[in-house]
């Protein structure tokens, strides 16, 4: 059985550009990886923020009503409802001066039991040395 | 011999980034490695057929042409391209489009992944 870990690390700030929404869509898309690769197979996402990469998981986000698209939160607590790993920079959070409170800590309104964890930089650190391969986004 | 996988999200006008990817992809396939290009965001622009050559843009299509000819797998992104309004019969023949799932089942059988671009 091989299970593979591939970490999406995003420092790319939400909205100016897709790629913050890509690298989410993609994570995401591990749920599904299966059907491409052989039995006892899989891929393991995990996803982490940092740099200018937290202020995507600031909440209350209202890109349906702005842009009529969908928000990253609505993203982000997709990848929480499908148990991904999502980590969330202490420092850079620290940095932008943002309460935990403002941030998507959970996805507890539609049924996700995974939440975000706010960690020390030298977590992430630990995460992109383990894994398999590392996408940067 | 190993397999590479690049991920390109950047756009064929505008940056030399995709020119790099697609340098890169050449001179790995020389080698004799496996090669898989996933075509992602504005990196679909790379798939769409007629492209037009100018003295002041980066044209690849003849050699993105050659390298799936030479056992290149190029694959777009099925909603990025769709998104731009580039439709499966503007796709470059022997190109593929699907999924970002195939991009990680790519990566998963990977020796290196390789993600280049995204502005």
Redesign the interface.
């Known amino acids: 059985m ?1 299970i ?1 870990k ?1 970490a999406f690390v995003v420092d ?1 700030l939400p909205y100016k ?3 913050s929404r ?1 690298a989410l ?2 994570a995401i ?5 299966e ?3 052989e039995d006892g ?1 899989n ?1 393991t ?1 995990v996803l982490a923020f940092i740099g200018e990469g937290v202020l995507n998981c600031i909440k209350g986000q209202k890109a349906s009503d702005m842009y009529g698209i969908t928000s990253l939160e609505s993203h982000i607590k997709n990848a929480l409802l499908t148990d991904i790993r999502t980590l969330i920079c202490a420092e850079d959070v620290k940095r932008f001066g943002l309460s935990n409170d403002a941030l998507i800590m959970d996805a507890e309104d539609i049924g996700a039991d995974m939440v975000s964890e706010i960690v020390p930089f030298d977590e992430i650190m630990e995460e992109m040395n383990t894994a ?6 | 011999m190993s397999k590479l996988t690049i ?1 390109c ?1 950047s756009s064929l006008v505008g940056s030399m980034t995709t020119d790099f990817v697609v340098k890169l992809a050449e001179a790995a396939r020389k080698k004799g490695h496996d090669v898989d290009i996933w075509l ?2 504005n990196g679909t622009m790379l798939s769409k057929k007629g492209q037009r050559s100018f003295k002041d843009y980066s044209s690849l299509e003849k050699t993105i042409k050659d390298l799936v000819t030479g056992g290149v797998n190029v694959v777009a992104c099925e ?2 391209a769709e998104a731009r309004g580039f439709h499966k019969e503007d796709l470059i023949d022997g190109f593929g489009r699907k ?7 790519s ?2 059988s ?1 020796d290196r ?1 390789l ?1 280049i671009g ?2």
């Open positions: 091989a593979k591939v790319k550009t897709e790629t890509l869509t993609h898309s591990s749920q599904t990886v059907i491409h690769l197979e891929i996402p398999d391969h590392i996408l940067f986004f | 991920g999200f992602s965001g909603a990025c999924s970002m799932d195939w991009y990680l089942a990566c998963f990977a992944v993600q995204g502005e």
